[in-house]
């Protein structure tokens, strides 16, 4: 499983870091240099290659947008709220469901949510999976 490649603006915030620490322990690079650098750790030729990648590397979840999916196995439509793209690529967002659903699978009790904060890939899955293997969240873009 590869990472999804970060936008300009993380790899860019990367570039800078990186050039940062260096020159904290006395080592000068250039921006360009950093900006190589950086291309290099993600596995590209070049700081172009990586440029022209990153713009069409993720969807770009944004507040406002209409969503459906599946959170814990259960079907869902709501909002974004909020979205944040963090610098390894996963998204950071709260999302909002339009009717509160039942996240427990157990016939003794419920546990009803209309808001959840989440972390998804580009293609809007998630990470943390379910015993069964089966991702918390799957994202849909409506």
């Given at each position: 499983m590869t990472n999804p490649i970060p936008s300009r603006d993380v790899l860019k915030a990367q570039a800078k870091r990186l050039r940062s620490d260096l020159n904290a322990r006395g080592q000068t690079i250039s921006h360009a240099e950093a900006l190589?650098?950086?291309?290099?750790?993600?596995?590209m030729r070049d700081w172009n290659t990586i440029a022209a990648k990153a713009a069409n590397a993720h969807p770009g979840w944004?507040?406002?947008?209409?969503i459906s999916g599946r959170y814990?196995?259960?079907?869902?439509?709501?909002?974004?709220?909020?979205?944040r793209l963090s610098s390894n690529g996963y998204w950071s967002l709260t999302l909002r469901f339009d009717e509160a659903i039942d996240v427990v699978a157990s016939e003794l009790f419920s546990s009803y949510r209309r808001q959840?904060?989440?972390?998804?890939?580009?293609?809007?899955?998630?990470?943390?999976?379910?015993?069964?293997?089966?991702?918390?969240?799957?994202l849909d873009a409506t």
């Open positions: 190589e650098t950086i291309a290099h750790q993600w596995g944004t507040p406002g947008q209409r814990l196995g259960h079907a869902f439509r709501g909002e974004v709220k909020a979205a959840v904060n989440t972390t998804v890939n580009a293609a809007g899955v998630s990470p943390q999976k379910t015993s069964d293997g089966v991702p918390h969240m799957v």
